[in-house]
């Protein structure tokens, strides 16, 4: 098994309303994500966080994805660590979470369990509209520099995609760990998002970052044994929200995105 350098399991004390969570800003959710100087948790580790806290606290509960999550703050990584807590209530067929720092709430949405997911169907169009379209392919150098001029540096972690192919509203992108880093959920999710962000490039200037999703469903078991290639296709419905299917190299779906809601940082 693959040592997974991002896993949050070791940075959870158990409380009575769920966990005290203490993390390093060594930690690469800080350390490889840097948004205008200041090291920000990325909007997909809220939802790793919630993943692990669910299954340390709810062993029996099976995850299929989230539903109504909304990113009200960021958390800044200053000084060595960074503690904050998580909260959660189990409802049977799903189980809520927030997160808080002292008096501020960072975060809020639902896990949840079989038979409540979506899946959005158009994720095929979109691989075909773009393959059969003059499309604008950027290189994994194009994209990273990209990224970096509209105020995100992205370190190795999360420097997954090799290149994304956009025509107009819609982008193909091919992720991998290309370096022979590890590949998590947490890297590969956000560099699902970040092919969403690749629509703007050379139209949006300013960095762009989560607020809300409608929906995430698991529709299979994603392996990070072994080192793979993915293929997110990805339509934005409007400049600032954003549908996406996480395909394998066997193209079988293993994950959807409904209504992913971005916005400029502002930091």
Same mark, same amino acid.
């Given at each position: 098994?693959?040592?997974?350098?991002?896993?949050?399991?070791?940075?959870?004390?158990?409380?009575?309303?769920?966990?005290?969570?203490?993390?390093?800003?060594?930690?690469?959710?800080?350390?490889?994500?840097? %948004?205008?100087?200041?090291?920000?948790?990325?909007?997909?580790?809220?939802?790793?966080?919630?993943?692990?806290?669910?299954?340390?606290?709810?062993?029996?509960?099976?995850?299929?994805?989230?539903?109504?999550?909304?990113?009200?703050?960021?958390?800044?990584?200053?000084?060595?660590?960074?503690?904050?807590?998580?909260?959660?209530?189990?409802?049977?067929?799903?189980?809520?979470?927030?997160?808080?720092?002292?008096?501020?709430?960072?975060?809020?949405?639902?896990?949840? +369990?079989?038979?409540?997911?979506?899946?959005?169907?158009?994720?095929?169009?979109?691989?075909?509209?773009?393959?059969?379209?003059?499309?604008?392919?950027?290189?994994?150098?194009?994209?990273?520099?990209?990224?970096?001029?509209?105020?995100?540096?992205?370190?190795?972690?999360?420097?997954?995609?090799?290149?994304?192919?956009?025509?107009?509203?819609?982008?193909?992108?091919?992720?991998?760990?290309?370096?022979? +880093?590890?590949?998590? !959920?947490?890297?590969?999710?956000?560099?699902?998002?970040?092919? +969403?962000?690749?629509?703007?490039?050379?139209?949006?200037?300013?960095?762009?970052?989560?607020?809300?999703?409608?929906?995430?469903?698991?529709?299979?078991?994603?392996?990070?044994?072994?080192?793979?290639?993915?293929?997110?296709?990805?339509?934005?419905?409007?400049? !600032?929200?954003?549908?996406?299917?996480?395909?394998?190299?066997?193209?079988?779906?293993?994950?959807?995105?409904?209504?992913? +809601? %971005?916005?400029?940082?502002?930091?």
């Amino acid at each position: 098994m693959l040592r997974d350098e991002s896993s949050l399991a070791a940075c959870l004390r158990s409380n009575d309303t769920g966990f005290d969570v203490t993390i390093p800003t060594s930690h690469p959710y800080f350390s490889s994500h840097i %948004v205008r100087g200041k090291a920000v948790f990325p909007g997909v580790a809220y939802l790793d966080l919630a993943l692990e806290s669910v299954r340390a606290k709810f062993p029996s509960f099976h995850s299929q994805g989230f539903v109504d999550c909304i990113w009200m703050a960021p958390i800044i990584g200053e000084g060595d660590q960074v503690q904050f807590q998580i909260v959660l209530e189990s409802f049977g067929s799903h189980i809520d979470f927030e997160v808080w720092t002292k008096l501020t709430r960072h975060a809020v949405g639902s896990v949840i +369990g079989p038979s409540m997911g979506g899946t959005w169907t158009k994720a095929p169009n979109v691989m075909e509209q773009v393959a059969s379209h003059p499309s604008r392919r950027f290189s994994r150098q194009e994209t990273y520099e990209a990224f970096t001029g509209m105020g995100i540096w992205y370190g190795d972690f999360f420097r997954r995609i090799n290149y994304v192919d956009v025509y107009e509203n819609m982008a193909v992108a091919l992720l991998s760990a290309i370096d022979g +880093g590890q590949l998590t !959920f947490g890297n590969l999710l956000d560099c699902a998002f970040q092919a +969403g962000v690749a629509i703007s490039i050379g139209r949006e200037q300013d960095s762009l970052m989560p607020f809300s999703l409608g929906s995430l469903t698991f529709h299979a078991a994603i392996d990070f044994r072994k080192a793979g290639t993915f293929l997110v296709a990805t339509e934005k419905s409007t400049p !600032f929200r954003t549908n996406m299917g996480l395909y394998n190299e066997e193209d079988q779906l293993l994950l959807s995105v409904i209504d992913l +809601g %971005v916005k400029p940082s502002r930091l």
